[in-house]
């Protein structure tokens, strides 16, 4: 499993700290020992199908106690049907074991999943379903016209009533009331009695089909418990926790689906098995990207944050790590530059790496600053949000009405916009318009992802402006303002398949997030003068 590197490494300085999983550029022998990875993985011709719809490899440098260093591989799940490959680290628990409980368990469970197809798919079942469709239109039908014979007699009988019928004549017409109400409550049950009978074999069925549904549920559940119990993953102290203590620690405490099975906790569990001292970590992507998802062949990416957050956080306990990153602009108590002011709302420009508004931390943010400044200013202020690393122009106004009317121009779109961004490819196409429905991935926060069913609809139209150097210079004009709207429309392989140069959470770091708002047309909301402020990319 301990691989020694095939090309000589003398001269490259060893990390001081081990790396910091969710935020990281990666350290020049991870990047070395990735492209050993990759070039073992592109030989095997056996995993190119699966390989080609993408999965996630880690390697971690390692060194052992002679002080040779070398590196571990893993991937996340499993490969071809697998845990277990000879060139890769061994799952924590190996849960596709033939012999072990879990797929014991899962044979039962899908016995349980095969009678429950044989009972919906009975004969007998279907054709009783198809007769309950057919006497429940038939009696409903039937009842119908009776209703309107009902209806028309005593229609008819009114008005007779109004000629002053005789005694005899009244007592006719209401023997003839009581016998067709009679008869039409015959008719009711008798089509009660008919769906009844059919209804009562139905629940026959439909009761061993629940009963069935109910053991597998209960089945499932403390599979899932009881594998969740054998996921027991040590830290560089060699403190041990398995995935129910560890996530009962988290909001969700309950282990999501999945957890514990991704490269990063492999290659830790077992260089601590094997006495190996970590010394560096990274992940990256092959093959095409996930339906939802965004990622991109060969590109490096951060661990999750909804499976291995909570599982890293204490395996790396013992191990001197780099802290998180302080992306955070330094504003030094001074306002960004103001493009327009009067006494009702101004327009700024927010640098890139600063919050809009405060995080959840006690950071410094726009908001704060324009907080401090007007101390008088009525309602919220801030107007609109970019994203922290996006640059550009931000509106903020001084008054809650002024604030109110604004928002609504947001919300109607009459407001335009317009971002200009670098895109890491090269575009064919000249212009067009992106409709890609987008919501939280909330395993991965702040990620986001594209989904048509719990998605809300994001539309962006752009225009390509130039190409140079293997990178692309877009206009953005977003018709709707979705979290990382751009971002995700530029990255994702239904959008333009090209991520934006900088853009970490969708395509690879850079010094910056090349993307800024450049353009901010609206009606002034007491003048009533149409607003036009520009401030020109300084990319």
Known sequence: MFHSFQTSIAGIELPRLFTYPFHY?????CVM????????????????????????????????SSGQTGYLAAFSGNLCGSNSHSFFVPPVYDLLKPDGFFKIEEEQISAINHQIGQLQNCDRYLELQQKMERETVSSQQALSEARKVLKAAKEKREQRRLHRPNENEQAAMIRESQYQKAEFKRLERYWKEQISEIKTEMESFSSRIEALKAERRNRSAALQQKLF???????????????????????????????????????????????LSPIAMAEFWWGESPK???RHHGYYYPSCRGKCEPILRHMLQGLDVEPAPSERYSLSQNMPEILFEDQWLLVLHKPEGVLSVPGKSEEQSIYSLLRARYPEATGPLVVHRLDMATSGLLLAAKAQEVHRHLQAQF????????????????????????????????????????????????ITRYRVMDRKNGQTRIAFFPLTGRTHQLRVHAAHPL????????????????????????YLEFIHPVSGQRMVIEKKAEF
């Not at 550029?25 to 022998?29: A, V």
């Not at 492209?35 to 190119?48: D, F, M, P, S």
């Not at 203590?245 to 290659?267: D, H, M, N, R, S």
């Not at 959008?495 to 450049?518: S, T």
């Open 25 to 29: 550029t990666p350290h020049p022998l």
């Open 33 to 64: 020992a990735a492209g050993e990875v990759q070039a073992y993985i592109n030989k095997q011709t056996r995993w190119k199908e699966e390989l080609d719809k993408g999965k996630m490899f880690g390697v971690l440098i390692v060194r052992t």
């Open 229 to 275: 119990q054998q996921f027991n993953f040590l830290n560089a102290k060699g403190e041990t926790k398995n995935l129910c203590a560890i996530f009962e620690e988290t909001v969700q405490k309950t282990p999501p689906a999945g957890a514990g099975e991704c490269a990063a906790p492999k290659l830790l569990q077992y260089a601590y098995l094997s006495g």
């Open 292 to 294: 939802t998802e965004i």
């Open 411 to 458: 919300e109607n779109r009459s407001i335009k916009k317009r971002y200009i961004a670098l895109l890491d490819g090269i575009l064919p196409e000249e212009e067009g318009v992106i409709d890609l429905p987008i919501c939280p991935d909330y395993l991965d926060r702040p990620r986001q992802m594209v989904n048509e069913e719990l998605g809300k609809t994001a």
């Open 495 to 518: 959008g333009l398949n090209c991520p934006i140069v900088g853009d970490e959470l969708y395509g690879r770091k850079a010094e910056r997030l090349y993307l800024h708002a450049e």
